[in-house]
């Protein structure tokens, strides 16, 4: 097998991963205190916020890696056809690795500055 069509592979691992669970989070929230989910102090504050932003960033979440995948397959494919070498395909997935850490990054400020919005300290809705 073509070694492009292998790192292709192993690069939509950690995307598609990311985009199922995000996928799951926004269908079907995780119940507060469960282990699981988009957990912040803002987000813990009520039952209410727990909910919101749950689904809030689930949805983001999807949002942006479902796009990110489609481009990660896109730059694979790019590679594919274009025969790049080993030292591409590193460079490719430490890229990869640090885009992805970005991408969470600006979820969780978008979605902690969204609940702040929403709701006080104590998780009660805003008038």
Avoid: C
Wanted: glycine letters at 8%.
């Amino acid at each position: 097998m073509n070694y492009n069509v292998v790192n292709l592979l192993s690069e939509l691992i950690a995307p598609v991963i990311v985009t199922l669970v995000s996928l799951a989070m926004w269908k079907n929230p995780p119940r507060m205190n469960e282990g699981v989910g988009y957990k912040t102090r803002r987000s813990q504050s009520s039952e209410e916020a727990w909910n919101f932003a749950q689904v809030y960033s689930g949805r983001l979440m999807t949002l942006i890696f479902a796009g990110y995948t489609a481009l990660t397959v896109i730059v694979g494919l790019v590679g594919i056809l274009m025969n790049f070498g080993e030292g591409t395909g590193l460079a490719v997935l430490i890229a990869q690795s640090v885009v992805l850490v970005v991408l969470i990054i600006v979820i969780i400020v978008i979605t902690e500055n969204k609940l702040k919005t929403l709701f006080d300290e104590n998780g009660k809705p805003r008038e």
